[in-house]
C-alpha cells in the first residue's frame, strides 16, 4: 500500500501562477487534510473534508481552495500565488468519527518567488 | 489563539538520557491527544495517543503523562538514542473534529 501520495514533491512558481497539490490516498478513508508547516509554526489547517463531497475551512484557508474529487483524491489550488505562500503542504486522511491516527503524505516543498 | 502550547522549541539530550517534550491546552472538551514524530523530508506519523480518562499510557521507551487538572500532558522518551533525533508535535483535538497541532520541537540526541 502506497499511503498517502502527494505530488509534485518539489516546485517553484512565480508570484501569480495557479497551482493545483494533488494527493491521494489508498486506505479507504472518509476524511482528508490539508496542512501547511512553516518553520516555528507547526502545522496549520488550510482546509479538511470529512466525508466525500464536503469541504471546510481551517484555520489558514486564505488563498486557497480545495476539491474532494473523489473518495480517494482531494487537491489543494492556489489561483494566484505569493511569497507568503513558500511552505511545505502535507495531506493527511484517517477514518471518521474515531481515534484512528492520521496519516501523512511525505509533503510538497513549494517556493513562490 | 494557540490552542495547544508546546515547550521547549528546541532540546538537546545526551544518548542514554531522558527527553521530555510538554504541552498545554485551553479547551476542556479535548478528549484526544496524540503525539506525532516528523523525520527530515517526511511527514508526521503517530507515536503515541492517550485520552483523558487515564495519566499515563508507556508505549516501550515512549510514555505520555496526562494531567487533566493542568490541562498538561507531556511526552518522556526513556534512554534516547540518536535515532530519536526528529521534530515532535503534540495534538489535541475534540470529538468529530480536526487535530490541532503545537508549534513542534525539534529533538537532538548526541553521543
Known amino acids: 500500500n502506497a499511503g498517502v501520495t502527494q505530488t509534485p514533491k518539489f516546485q517553484v512558481l512565480k508570484t501569480g501562477q495557479s497551482m493545483t497539490l494533488q494527493c491521494a490516498q489508498d486506505?479507504?478513508?472518509?476524511?482528508m487534510y490539508w496542512y501547511r508547516q512553516d518553520p516555528g509554526m507547526g502545522l496549520r489547517l488550510i482546509y479538511y473534508?470529512?466525508?466525500?463531497?464536503?469541504?471546510d475551512k481551517g484555520e489558514v484557508p486564505n488563498g486557497y481552495n480545495v476539491s474532494r474529487l473523489n473518495k480517494r483524491e482531494f487537491s489543494l489550488r492556489l489561483e494566484s500565488a505569493a511569497p507568503s505562500q513558500t511552505s511545505v503542504y502535507f495531506c493527511?486522511?484517517?477514518?471518521?468519527?474515531?481515534?484512528?491516527?492520521?496519516?501523512f503524505g511525505d509533503g510538497t516543498r513549494l517556493s513562490i518567488l | 489563539q494557540q490552542q495547544v502550547k508546546q515547550s521547549p522549541q528546541s532540546l538537546i539530550v545526551q544518548k542514554g538520557g531522558i527527553s521530555i517534550i510538554n504541552c498545554a491546552y485551553e479547551?476542556?472538551?479535548?478528549?484526544?491527544f496524540p503525539w506525532y514524530q516528523q523525520f527530515p523530508g517526511k511527514g508526521p506519523a503517530l507515536l503515541i495517543a492517550?485520552?483523558?480518562?487515564?495519566s499515563e499510557k508507556k508505549e516501550g521507551r515512549f510514555t505520555i503523562s496526562f494531567n487533566k487538572s493542568a490541562k498538561q500532558f507531556s511526552l518522556h522518551i526513556m534512554d534516547s538514542q540518536p535515532g530519536d533525533s526528529a521534530t515532535y508535535f503534540c495534538?489535541?483535538?475534540?470529538?468529530?473534529?480536526?487535530?490541532?497541532f503545537g508549534k513542534g520541537t525539534r529533538l537532538s540526541v548526541i553521543a
Open positions: 493527511a486522511s484517517k477514518y471518521s468519527n474515531s481515534n484512528q491516527p492520521q496519516h
Open positions: 486506505m479507504n478513508h472518509n476524511s
Open positions: 473534508s470529512a466525508s466525500e463531497g464536503t469541504t
Open positions: 479547551n476542556t472538551a479535548f478528549d484526544y
Open positions: 492517550i485520552r483523558p480518562d487515564v
Open positions: 495534538a489535541a483535538r475534540r470529538r468529530n473534529t480536526p487535530l490541532v
